[in-house]
């Protein structure tokens, strides 16, 4: 399972866009890349996922360039409500069941 | 959306005592996980489970047992309860590997102390 790398805090201000940036320079072909997000008192909850390029929905963009090595969480036009931990994973179907999740990136989010 | 329900958000037990934690999905998914969360550690694996009546242990499984009986339910067994396990504990479902990169669906956690 790949190892991933992300800043442990990032402070903003609403209205701001935010970028968290993920490494995983050990990432395999089969790997996706997975940003989940996290209340205090609650579970994870899935945000997005990519395998290559760019991906968005309703909530985030994620970013990969061409070498994979990196990812990066977009979100735009942040609010008070976005302050929480957010999770960058990488796995594959292959490896199966086991997820890490590495310590994630506190974001603050300040009026 | 996918449910997945933790039967308790707050749990106080006693030393040695054999402490159950329930988990239901409403979404039929074949994969079941255990984590416990503590403060600068994230989330380690205790068991997961693929199948009913299939469990696999995870990074953490020692003084923790599952059972999975009906699909739907995954359950986590504290046989003697110690202080150490005192913990945020969090049940997760997941579909079929077969069908595409599935995300884990969480519930909102079980904090456990243990005195």
């Known amino acids: 399972l790949a190892k991933t790398t992300q800043p442990i805090s990032m402070d903003s201000y609403e209205g701001q866009e935010v970028n968290i940036t993920c490494s995983h320079n050990n990432i395999a072909t089969n790997d996706y890349i997975t940003w989940y997000q996290q209340f205090p008192s609650q579970g994870p909850r899935f945000i997005i996922q990519?395998?290559?390029t760019k991906v968005t929905n309703e909530v985030a963009s994620l970013f990969i360039p061409a070498d994979r090595k990196s990812s990066t969480l977009s979100l735009p036009r942040v609010s008070l409500s976005d302050t929480a931990v957010y999770y960058c994973l990488v796995g594959d179907l292959a490896g199966g069941f086991k997820t890490i999740f590495g310590a994630g990136t506190r974001l603050f989010v300040k009026a | 959306d996918v449910k997945v329900t933790q039967s308790s958000r707050y749990l106080v037990k006693r030393t040695g005592e054999k402490v159950f934690l329930e988990c239901v999905q409403d979404m039929d998914h074949e994969n079941m996980f255990w984590y416990r969360q503590d403060p600068g550690l994230g989330l380690r694996l205790i068991y997961f489970s693929y199948d009913v009546k299939m469990k696999e242990k995870g990074d953490i499984p020692e003084g923790y047992s599952v059972s999975r009986e009906k699909k739907e339910r995954f359950s986590l067994i504290l046989e003697s309860a110690s202080t150490n396990q005192t913990s945020m504990y969090l049940c997760?479902?997941?579909?079929?590997?077969?069908?595409?990169?599935?995300?884990?669906?969480f519930g909102d956690g079980t904090r456990l102390s243990i005195l």
């Open positions: 997760a479902s997941r579909g079929p590997l077969g069908s595409g990169n599935q995300p884990q669906h």
């Open positions: 990519g395998y290559k």
